[in-house]
T-cell receptor
Framework: AQKVTQAQTEISVVEKEDVTLDCVYE???????LFWYKQPPSGELVFLIR??????QNEISGRYSWNFQKSTSSFNFTITASQVVDSAVYFC???????????FGTGTRLTIIP | KAGVTQTPRYLIKTRGQQVTLSCSPI?????VSWYQQTPGQGLQFLFE???????NKGNFPGRFSGRQFSNSRSEMNVSTLELGDSALYLC????????????????FGPGTRLTVL
């Protein structure tokens, strides 16, 4: 069975600070996909990024960056120069190759203080 | 393209009643999945439909059922509602297809918030 752990339940930072959200996953499969979703107060899950298990290249998209390390089974997410609009609950998720079932972590509630 | 739409957005029912939730996927998407989100259990997978067939199922009782129509729209039904069924029900669609056993990104709708009294 797959498992995703987000140990940080809540994080609060002052606007413009950098913040990293941790995600650790467990799976015995060698082919899988990892995702990050953002859930603002409206409730809709917004897709942020997807990585497959063969691609450990880190990615930067604007103020967002992701660090995928298979050696530690981690897929961490960093927001640089945080803004109030980044306040939301962030979910890390995993799915196996050929499967649409997402296994989610428990989420990290991020609050950006103006 | 329009996103995933779900109706209704809010619903209040009483114990023992049944409820039907509707989901229209992104145009061209043929896979529709349903998830339940509660404060206690988090986000849990209910089932996935592709080409009107249930392709995958989570660990929920038989009171939870679904179906998909030829236009890829999907409905889920919960019979004999219990207080614990109060949750946000999220629908997601992807373009994953038959014979292609990769995994595509799932895009979520705004959800239906069900309250059972």
């Amino acid at each position: 069975a797959q498992k995703v752990t987000q140990a940080q339940t809540e994080i609060s930072v002052v606007e413009k600070e950098d913040v990293t959200l941790d995600c650790v996953y467990e799976t015995r499969d060698t082919t899988y996909y990892l995702f990050w979703y953002k859930q603002p107060p409206s409730g809709e899950l917004v897709f942020l990024i997807r990585r497959n298990s063969f691609d450990e290249q880190n990615e930067i998209s604007g103020r967002y960056s992701w660090n995928f390390q298979k050696s530690t089974s981690s897929f961490n997410f960093t927001i640089t120069a945080s803004q109030v609009v980044d306040s939301a609950v962030y979910f890390c998720a995993l799915t196996l190759f050929g499967n649409e079932k997402l296994t989610f972590g428990t989420g990290t509630r991020l609050t950006i203080i103006p | 393209k329009a996103g995933v739409t779900q109706t209704p957005r809010y619903l209040i029912k009483t114990r023992g009643q049944q409820v039907t939730l509707s989901c229209s996927p992104i145009s061209g998407h043929r896979s529709v999945s349903w998830y339940q989100q509660t404060p206690g259990q988090g986000l849990q997978f209910l089932f996935e439909y592709f080409s009107e067939t249930q392709r995958n199922k989570g660990n929920f009782p038989g009171r939870f059922s679904g179906r998909q129509f030829s236009n890829s729209r999907s409905e889920m039904n919960v019979s004999t509602l219990e207080l614990g069924d109060s949750a946000l029900y999220l629908c997601a669609s992807s373009s994953a297809g038959t014979g292609w056993r990769g995994t595509d990104t799932q895009y979520f709708g705004p959800g239906t918030r069900l309250t059972v009294l």
